[in-house]
């Protein structure tokens, strides 16, 4: 018995149908929204009746087709639903099997009212007025968004291009949850942020920063990223500090250790020479005279003339102390003379060697998502961590003990703190050079928005236009604090000061050490010379 569909008729069908995917499962009894998860807007579905098919029938009830695309076709006719994108759907009846719906090239929403939600968040969007709107029986807090200076930041400029090429209107929601994404409950279930509103449908769109993780993109629709950020801290700038070891700062501990293993080897070979060699001068034979003539050398403060035969030992001595002194006073002259600064934190050790704390506003981090877990030492930040919410003061008692670092974000070089509280605090902050990690940003969306919001997403960034806005609102935007956490204030300022006692301490210390020193050994002689004979004589 011949086919009532033609194989070429078959092969348009099938191509029209499905464009995605070529291997289809095939459902001969049963209903199949049982199987099919036509809540996904890539689901397509071909239904082929071998019978007559009534326009009462219930194949035409849309809903059972959720966000799917979908195509009937039976003896009496072919039909293929709307795009998923309008509302409402409904199925047309076509007159050939070329009319089947397939891929729309055109998406043209004509005008269909978004549900979209975000928040102030600067640089992604600067809406902050609201008014009270009843949306499906609820009032609600949307955005006025009624003059170019709310209807700004660069996630805003991107979601009115989409708008006007998708050639859909808006009204943006203000969040009314505390935390903007949410939260993870378990693996099915998700609290609070605009993340709950997508799931919950009461929502279309939304934008402001989100995170392109594992962890959100488990639970709801994300579309292409249009950026790449690095997170970083802010932590205290270095203070001036007056030190009482400054004279010592020119060589390192290890440096002055080595001059001191050497003056003392040094003496011991000077020392044992005079012992065994009767040519030697006799004057080494005393082990604190020997100290203090190479000493004296190496400083270059005595020199005495009578080196026979200890000349080659003596002469490479004075030279080496020569350079030594050399480098030394010219060092400590630019030290001294210029402010010293506590050392940098400039890295994860750093900042846990340093005992810094950090915390935002929103629950507590999912650390997969913000830290290296595999890091020695960045999977320790969670220990740091403290809640902000509810402990400002705290927080800003912290700040003011020089012990709490603003987590944040770069982007185009510039940093942003993560809440924005921490603004007025942040000109006595500097950026950590390590970065604890970096992430995408993308759009949270339905279903059946995806396809779209991605098209015109890889058009905005490969045109360059996504980057033209970021760049404009940076330039506009941005303050001159953010600006100055990159710059540097510890380094030599061309500012002299004078000095004072503390810097010098080091110096007068062995002043004094020397003058007792000296001090003991004179009454020492004066002692054993009243031992020989008396005082008159």
């Given amino acids: 018995m011949e086919s009532w569909i033609s194989t070429q008729n078959f092969t348009t069908m099938i191509k029209k149908s499905f464009l995605y995917s070529k291997c289809c499962n095939i459902f001969l009894s049963g209903a199949y929204f049982h199987s099919v998860p036509s809540s996904i807007s890539t689901i397509e579905i071909l239904i082929i009746i071998n019978d007559e098919l009534k326009n009462t029938s219930k194949l035409f009830n849309v809903s059972l087709f959720g966000n799917s695309n979908a195509n009937i076709v039976s003896r009496s006719g072919i039909w293929t639903l709307s795009e998923n994108y309008l509302k409402p759907r409904f199925f047309l009846k076509v007159h050939s099997y070329e009319e089947l719906m397939s891929e729309f090239d055109v998406v043209d929403m004509k005008g269909r009212e978004l549900q979209v939600c975000t928040f102030y968040q600067p640089p992604f969007s600067y809406l902050n007025k609201t008014i009270k709107k009843v949306i499906d029986g609820v009032e609600e807090e949307v955005f006025l968004a009624d003059n170019d200076n709310e209807k700004d930041g660069i996630e805003m400029k991107i979601f009115l291009v989409m708008a006007e090429k998708l050639n859909f209107t808006w009204t943006i929601r203000k969040l009314k949850s505390n935390y903007r994404y949410g939260r993870r409950i378990n693996s099915t279930g998700w609290n609070g942020g605009v993340i709950q509103l997508v799931l919950e449908k009461k929502i279309d769109l939304a934008f402001g920063n989100v995170r392109l993780t594992p962890n959100h993109y488990e639970f709801v629709n994300m579309s292409t990223p249009w950026v790449q950020m690095l997170t970083q801290f802010l932590v205290p700038r270095p203070q001036p500090i007056t030190n009482f070891w400054a004279l010592m700062r020119p060589f390192s501990m290890g440096s002055w250790i080595l001059i001191l293993i050497t003056l003392i080897v040094k003496s011991i070979y000077m020392y044992v020479r005079a012992r065994v060699d009767p040519k030697f001068p006799k004057r080494f034979r005393s082990i604190f005279c020997t100290i203090t003539e190479l000493i004296g050398r190496l400083v270059g403060t005595w020199m005495p003339r009578n080196t026979v035969n200890a000349r080659l030992e003596l002469h490479l001595w004075q030279t080496a102390g020569f350079l030594l002194v050399t480098a030394f006073c010219s060092s400590l002259a630019a030290r001294l003379t210029n402010s010293e600064y506590e050392d940098r934190i400039d890295t994860i050790r750093q900042f846990l060697e340093a005992n810094l704390l950090w915390g935002h506003k929103g629950p507590e981090p999912y650390w997969s998502d913000y830290l290296d877990l595999d890091d020695i030492y960045a999977s320790q930040l969670s220990s740091r961590y403290i809640p902000v919410r509810d402990q400002e003061a705290y927080i800003h008692t912290l700040i003011k003990q020089r012990k709490f670092a603003i987590y944040g974000f770069v982007i185009d070089s510039i940093f942003f703190p993560e809440d924005d509280i921490f603004n007025e605090y942040i000109k006595n902050y500097r950026l950590m050079k390590e970065s604890t990690g970096n992430y995408y940003s993308s759009f949270v969306v339905q279903s059946w928005l995806l396809?779209?919001?991605?098209?015109?997403?890889?058009?905005?960034?490969?045109?360059?236009?996504?980057?033209?806005?970021?760049?404009?609102?940076?330039?506009?935007?941005?303050?001159?604090?953010?600006?100055?956490?990159?710059?540097?204030?510890?380094?030599?300022?061309?500012?002299?000061?004078?000095?004072?006692?503390?810097?010098?301490g080091v110096g007068f210390l062995v002043l004094i050490v020397g003058l007792l020193a000296s001090t003991i050994v004179f009454f020492y002689e004066l002692k054993q010379a009243s031992n020989s004979r008396s005082i008159r004589e």
């Fill in 451 to 504: 396809q779209p919001i991605d098209m015109i997403m890889l058009w905005l960034r490969e045109s360059g236009i996504a980057l033209f806005h970021l760049n404009n609102v940076m330039h506009r935007r941005i303050s001159f604090n953010l600006r100055e956490v990159v710059k540097e204030h510890d380094g030599l300022d061309g500012i002299y000061r004078r000095l004072g006692l503390t810097p010098l």
